[in-house]
């Protein structure tokens, strides 16, 4: 009998005494555990099998009532499944699972990215595609599965099932798919991204934060996209904060943004000083640049342990905040990056209508309202897309996008007069870099 069977039958053995103690808790883990029970039974991949069990027994240690009980079982068994785990609930990299290091199927060219999330959307369903909802909940972490086609897709597009295309449902040869979502305490969290990003080529991370109107899922594949297609060499993380993925609801979100800066601070914290990250990177896209922004505001004052990592890039794609209040913060978070980055466009349909709406220019508009701040790489981008979430896809199929630039500024790590594709415009008081003709 394998190891992992032994335990998974120890924990059903435990049933009676774990249901004392959890109460209305119990239900799930029961409904769980014969839901792997039965995967047990018809062969599933021992692997998957041993991740999902590993997974399972992270939650039950973090449930204060049952923890010292499933403890002592697993210290009683001495197995190594058992000492994959600790009391803290930390995965050892004896047993790193497959979900936590990018793969390749070299004969369809997909590539499968894990995405390390932190969110503080409400919980949803057990399906990938509503794991999360739009509504506000608690702060948790997790890894998402997300496969990216690298074959018949144009750079930057975040392709999808079209009925016009009688296309009926998800196919991983044309489409970034969100294929699994599961859900790991802090500590497990923290541990599983440490190891992860040890064994990776490039000890760095990427932070992506997206902007209004957008589903975890669309995040989250997103995020596998960004990682595919800029070739990052580290780890992603994701920091999907609570939109109403609603375009009736602008209002709603501009709220919950505000709201979801502390959370993302706490997030950007841990990924800086506790993970063994060497460059912390950060892209953020419309709205989701204002609690990137106010966060940065209060970065020389954050009390980070000895061998933190630094802020590398940070690049503002299209952000969606008042042109004045992004001059005012900028002064302050000035100098506390490798590089600041500001991508502007006229042709961002969303930000126009947020200047409607508001009444003053946004800070990722071009043309008369371009923002120009010391301290930041301001590139007019409106030759190429800045939307990278669909905001409007008829750039998508262009040669040319600011990933392209991203690309030579994150992993080439080079200044703007030394990538072919930008020119200085403007003049000695005003500076800034286009895209050449």
Known sequence: MSDTLRLLLALLDLGPRLKDLLGDKWPPYRDELLELAGRAGQGEDPDKLRWALDRLIVRLLGEAPAMELVARVMEQMSSPVAETVTRRGRVSPLVVPDIVRPTTDEASGVVTIPVFYGTD???????????????RGMPSFGIAEVSVPTRGRDLGELTS????????????????????????????FVASLTDSLAAADLHDVLVFVHGYNVSFEDAARRAGQLAVDLKFGGRTLLYSWASAADAKQYTVDESTIDWSRDHFEAFLQLALGEIGAGKVHVIAHSMGNRAVINTLERAASWQLPAGAAKLGQIIFAAPDIDRDRFVQLAAKFKGCATRVTL??????????????????????????????VDGVDTIDASRVDTSLVGLHHSYFGEKRSILNDMFSLIVQQLAPDQRFDLQAAGDALRKYWSYRA
């Open 161 to 188: 099932p079209s009925w016009w295309r009688l296309e009926f449902s998800a196919d991983p040869e044309k489409h970034v798919i969100l294929k699994t979502v599961g859900s790991l305490d802090r500590d497990a």
């Open 121 to 135: 959307r409400a919980r949803g369903d057990d399906t990938p595609a509503r794991y999360f909802g739009g509504a």
């Open 343 to 372: 991508y502007a466009s006229s042709r961002d349909v969303a930000l126009l209508a947020s200047k409607f709406v508001h009444g003053y220019p946004r800070a990722g508009e071009a043309g008369d309202a371009l923002t120009i």
